[in-house]
């Protein structure tokens, strides 16, 4: 069973930065594409960024892109979303996950292994 875990979340102000990352287990059997998600009390979750297993190809959300980036070292089945200019509106629990395919997918549904969440918190 692939087990994540994210650390690194916490308090930034408001056009800081912060990178969390993502340490997983018993990916090397098989050639995973990451994605990181947020979800904000209340809200519906949304899409951050996803990774190719390759590490090649990534895409990001509307919201964060131009601002986000997203990378991965296979070699020490560790993923990281650094953060730049964040706003108060990206706060929210971010979470990690992997998926059984090496492609990139937009979708919640098409991740297969989930990790318990980081909470990012952006002061104004």
């Known amino acids: 069973q692939v087990q994540l875990a994210e650390s690194g979340g916490g308090l930034v102000q408001a056009g800081g930065s912060l990178t969390i990352s993502c340490a997983a287990s018993?990916?090397?059997?098989?050639?995973?594409?990451m994605g990181w998600f947020r979800q904000a009390p209340g809200k519906a979750p949304e899409f951050v960024a996803a990774i190719h297993w390759g590490g090649g190809t990534t895409a990001y959300g509307d919201s964060v892109k131009g601002r986000f980036t997203i990378s991965r070292d296979n070699a020490r089945n560790t993923v990281w979303l650094q953060m730049n200019n964040l706003k108060p509106d990206d706060t929210a629990v971010y979470y990690c996950?992997?998926?059984?395919?090496?492609?990139?997918?937009?979708?919640?549904?098409?991740?297969?292994?989930w990790g318990q969440g980081t909470q990012v918190t952006v002061s104004s």
């Open positions: 996950a992997a998926r059984d395919g090496s492609l990139i997918s937009y979708e919640r549904s098409l991740y297969e292994y």
């Open positions: 018993a990916l090397t059997h098989n050639r995973h594409a």
